[in-house]
């Protein structure tokens, strides 16, 4: 049981990296990776709530949508879950810790658009994982996420001081970029356990 | 009906969703490793938008301001749970290829955008049209990469074998890295053509590319002249300033400066 955890966190973070296999989450990926700063704060709010989502989505397909039988719900239901969850976190926050809530800053709100936390949760059900099995593959994920996006800032941050050929500035460069982080996070598929 | 026209070719080629405002790259880049997937995923896409666009579009007057975005996802949301539910009874194969991609519609930057970018401000029928557009410019460019990517990758293209037998697939290409690649290509190329057309309308409009001396609205953005000595290709130092810009300029001093690499490169611009 231990073992199946580890093995979905990392597989999570790592194996079937949520950006860079799933390409889920591209347009932060791409949109805010511009700066480590802000790429580090998003890898920490998109943690923090990617996690409770996956918790809380799961307990409402557990005992709300299959009760009922009405499973063909949960995409509908699943974003609302997570557009009103972004929204309790964000008050909670704001009145618990300030510091923290200010260094998340506009980057909690955007979450609730980043397809990353809405594939997570329907991907969790589709694999019919348990309670405790979506958490921990909803932190893994957000980690393995946190680690592409942290990367890729430092990777654009050099970028910026060389010349490149007109055509590829901008997206066309940080799209290769990424291409070869990919490659190499293919490099983990061979892990095992 | 003009209008109407303008908004199809608006999300076509000059407001491409995927290639231009690069909206919508997550399903962009999952689906396209075969043609048929970007057919279908581009296809399910157009038919959320332009049904989004047109309940939004006729709500808007009945949707209060402060929760258009909740009373938005929720009509998405509907709408995406019809299609998938479409999909899976009538192609169940596409369904199994796509995937998880289908619910995904609802977080698909591009109906989101167009939604409160175009649909909340226009007629029905406007944002139809625009839903229409858009809907193909994002089906145009994920079958473009979709069949570049199977036709590098597996060697076919809809399914039938194109490339000779003794070639060799790059399997790279339809694994996730290829998606980047492709698209970055795609991207690139697009960019060179629209440097090259920029190029033209600059030297046609007398634009000397010195944007720090220039006092016509233009949608070029500002650049520092230190940007364009660096980039010689992306705005070339062509054209008459003399004529551009009239008695204003003349006095000031650098235009002398600046009129002698314009000559020589202007030269050079000629000869290609």
Known sequence: MNQSLILIIVTGALINNVVLNQFLGICSF????????????????????????????????????KPLNIEY???????????????????????????VYQALGIYLPLITTNCAVLGVALNNVQDGYNFIQCVASG??????????????????????????PAPLRGAPIVMIAAALMSIAFMGFGGLSF | MKKYLERITNGLLKENPVLVLM?????????????????GMGLSTLAVLVLSNLVISLLRKVIPDQV???AYIVIVASLVTVTELLIKAYLPS??????????????????????????????PL?????????????????????????????????????????????????????????????IAVMNAIGIKTRQRQLVESGCDG????????????????GKIAEAPKAVPLAGKPGEAKPAETIPVKPVPDAAKPAETKREGGAEA
């Open chain 2, 126 to 186: 406007l944002s139809v049209m625009d839903g229409i557009g858009m809907g193909l410019g994002f089906t145009v460019a994920l079958t473009l990469a979709g069949a570049l990517r199977e036709l590098l990758g597996s060697g076919t293209l809809f399914g039938t074998r194109v490339m000779p037998a003794g070639y060799e697939p790059m399997l790279i290409f339809i694994q996730p890295p290829g998606a980047f690649m492709i698209f970055a290509l795609i």
């Open chain 1, 73 to 99: 719900m949960r995409t509908i239901l699943f974003i609302l879950v997570i557009a009103a969850l972004v929204q309790i976190v964000e008050m909670f926050l704001k009145k618990k810790s300030p510091a």
């Open chain 2, 94 to 123: 596409l369904y199994e290829s796509l995937g998880i991609y289908i619910p995904l519609i609802v977080v698909n930057c591009i109906i989101l955008g167009r939604a409160e970018a175009y649909a909340n401000k226009h007629t």
């Open chain 1, 139 to 164: 932190f893994g994920t957000a980690v393995g996420y946190t680690i592409a996006i942290v990367l890729l800032a430092s990777i654009r941050s050099r970028i910026n001081e060389k010349d490149i």
């Open chain 2, 68 to 70: 258009r975005l909740p």
């Open chain 2, 23 to 39: 909206l919508g790259m997550c399903p962009a880049l999952a689906v396209s490793t075969r043609a048929l997937n970007g057919i």
């Open chain 2, 210 to 225: 010195n944007c720090a001396l220039c006092a016509a609205v233009c949608d070029q953005p500002k650049t520092a002249p």
């Open chain 1, 30 to 65: 791409l949109g805010v990776s511009k700066q480590m700063k802000a790429s580090a704060s998003l890898g920490g709010a998109v943690i923090f709530v990617m996690t409770i989502a996956s918790a809380v989505a799961s307990l409402m397909y557990d005992y709300i949508l």
